[in-house]
């Protein structure tokens, strides 16, 4: 090849860590297309990675997800702040595509040279966010970063796949969503670092900030654990937002006295590994030409000549 | 052992088969608990399975699911069919619980031998659904289940999920959500083989099926495939179900006559035999006492020392 369809790859990592804002969207799209080239890239990238802040931000739909991001993003560039925002759409695996939405929110730091913004589909690979996430982080990390934002639609498990993605968790809420039932389904209580309840000049903002750390006091922390702040913003104003970004600081600070930093990110690149590692595997026993007889087995199971553990044996066995 | 703790599975397998359904509920919590027993259960139920038809029935939350599945069953009931039903709960992966919702409004067949009632947490398996779905699918079915209803809660990528695990996709939706994004949002335009507007005696509702039915035509389907009706229903008191039933049984006679059965069980087996061999994979790698160092792997990662990809791939040469 070697045409324009064909990137070098440590020109492309060079430009990146300049900050080039072309060259970080490719190797984004790169990792969204789980281009051959990743390796590479990432090879590439290894030595320029790990001082970037990941602070995912979730709630439910409806919460003010998008002002809020707009807004903490315009308080870390009043700091002074390089910004990355990834933000995770809901995609369906069959049309391979994410829907744009109401990204068009983020127009305020479009044109910001010091932040980047990324709408990335998850596309139904196996591990999804885990194995595309981590890769998008390093690429705005390695492109000089201090911040790199995960905004993901909080809608199902989600939430608590960024909260494995994240440094510092960031979860917010509507009033009148704290009812304990709804928080408990949701899976919000376990993953959120600090708590925003979002539309604070709304009736019932004060009711579901108490109730919400009521809810979180009653989790079993030990000694010298953090323990979430439940804070009160009107993003659409900017009311609050420096508070929350103060609790993340503090948080950050937290995260690297405590130790924790170090483990979450690790187990974060246990997950990535994992899912790097299984989807070689899959690729190997179903792709085309594949070692594996995936696609024989699956017929001999539906029509019940071997049962699933068996053809499972079999499929490990010809590996 | 051999005590209480541990049971029989050539026991509890033939206690299921003639319905009993303390055998059939120990069973399915062995799928839940990812047993070590379930080889032997899935071998043992092998040549009894494959009759009954999968229909699955997901939707927006709201849209009357619950109350839809029970006049459904209802309906089966009335026509002698024995139903079991799948109701598959959002868990946390934390608390690794399923939490009680509106199962409450099962109620009704909660007494009736020929109604198995069971609701199921994902809890955090990997392949969820994928994985342990398909295995409670079984035990209903060499119980001598006619249909099985797999019923999930419509947050996220579960519609999708849940669209690969039946043989006919029922999908609910509630007057007003017929606009374009929303539907295409939600993916459930490419996964319904039938749809049904419920609440309709709601206003909207003429306008969300015409709406449907316009979005359905558009789609690009070739000479003799399935084309899904869009049916009314009120569920609450039943109007509609009937005529959703014949469309479920017409639609099971399409899917035996075009192949389409076979191909769509293949398919579900392939990712069932796939999502075993994976977990298998997993437990080797990570597991007290399995061969690979994932986790010293994952800190190497964090700690900047190699790659991912290098990493997975010293995972995969480890096997």
Known sequence: MGGRGAPAVPDL???????????????????????????????????????????GITGPPGV???????????GMRRAGRRVGVLAIDPSSPFSGGALLGDRVRMGDHALDRDVFIRSMGARGHLGGLAWSTPQAVRVLDAAGCDVVVVETVGV?????????????????????????????KAGILEIGDVYVVNKADRDGADRTRRELR?????????????RPPVLRTV?????????????????????????????????????????????????????????????????????????????????????
């Open 156 to 184: 199902g498990q989600s939430e608590v796949e960024v909260a494995g993605l994240a440094d510092t968790t960031l979860v917010l809420v509507a009033p009148g969503m704290g009812d304990g039932i709804q928080a408990a």
């Open 13 to 55: 990592v060079a430009r990146a860590r300049q900050g080039d804002p072309a060259a970080v969207a490719r190797l984004i799209t790169l990792v969204e297309d789980a281009s051959p080239l990743l390796r590479e890239v990432m090879s590439a990238l290894r030595e320029h990675v790990g001082r970037a802040h990941v602070l």
């Open 235 to 319: 993003a659409s104003t900017g009311t609050g937002i420096d508070e929350v970004l103060a609790e993340v600081d503090r948080h950050a600070a937290w995260l690297a006295e405590s130790g924790e930093l170090a483990r979450r990110r690790t187990a974060r690149a246990r997950r990535e590994v994992e899912a790097i590692a299984l989807a070689a595997l899959r690729e190997r026993w179903g792709g085309a030409g594949g070692r594996g007889d995936l696609d024989g087995l699956a017929g001999r199971v539906a029509a019940g000549d071997v049962d699933p553990y068996a053809a499972a044996d079999e499929l490990l066995a010809q590996d």
């Open 214 to 226: 009521t809810m979180l006091s009653m989790a079993d922390r030990p000694e010298g654990a953090w």
């Open 64 to 74: 003010g997800k998008s002002t809020s991001t707009n807004a903490l993003v315009a």
